[in-house]
Nanobody, 128 residues
Framework: VELVQSGGGLVQAGGSLKLSCAASAASGNVFSTIINAVAWYRQAPGKQRELVASITGHGITNYADSVKGRFTISRDNVKNSMYLQMNNLKPEDTAVYYC??????????????????WGQGTQVTVSS
């Protein structure tokens, strides 16, 4: 499964960005077959990778406390895609963001699943 990310960039504090992640056409209709949970992780310089948001195949969402009320994760199984809408961005949201698709029901909090796939990463920079 190949995941291709888009979106990201530089934004001022208080602004919004939307990240997208889609399985390549060659991957087939994986979001409706082998993939269950999808998630977004981020990693800032010198910090551990963090699970930002996840959504199961049944639509159960989970968010890191630091982004609750500001970020929204969604998925479109028909389009084999997932999204992260980020509002009211803060400088501490600056990181490289990665999409993740997991064959397990839940996303691993540390991103250590043996049955998952990753996007290439995209930089999000929030200026103060």
């Amino acid at each position: 499964v190949e995941l291709v990310q888009s979106g990201g960039g530089l934004v001022q504090a208080g602004g919004s960005l939307k990240l997208s992640c889609a399985a390549s056409a060659a991957s087939g209709n994986v979001f409706s077959t082998i993939i269950n949970a999808v998630a977004w992780y981020r990693q800032a310089p010198g910090k551990q990778r963090e699970l930002v948001a996840s959504i199961t195949g049944h639509g159960i969402t989970n968010y890191a406390d630091s982004v609750k009320g500001r970020f929204t994760i969604s998925r479109d199984n028909v389009k084999n895609s997932m999204y992260l809408q980020m509002n009211n961005l803060k400088p501490e949201d600056t990181a490289v963001y990665y999409c993740n698709a997991d064959e397990n029901y839940y996303s691993d909090p540390l991103g250590l699943s043996s049955y998952d796939y990753w996007g290439q990463g995209t930089q999000v920079t929030v200026s103060s």
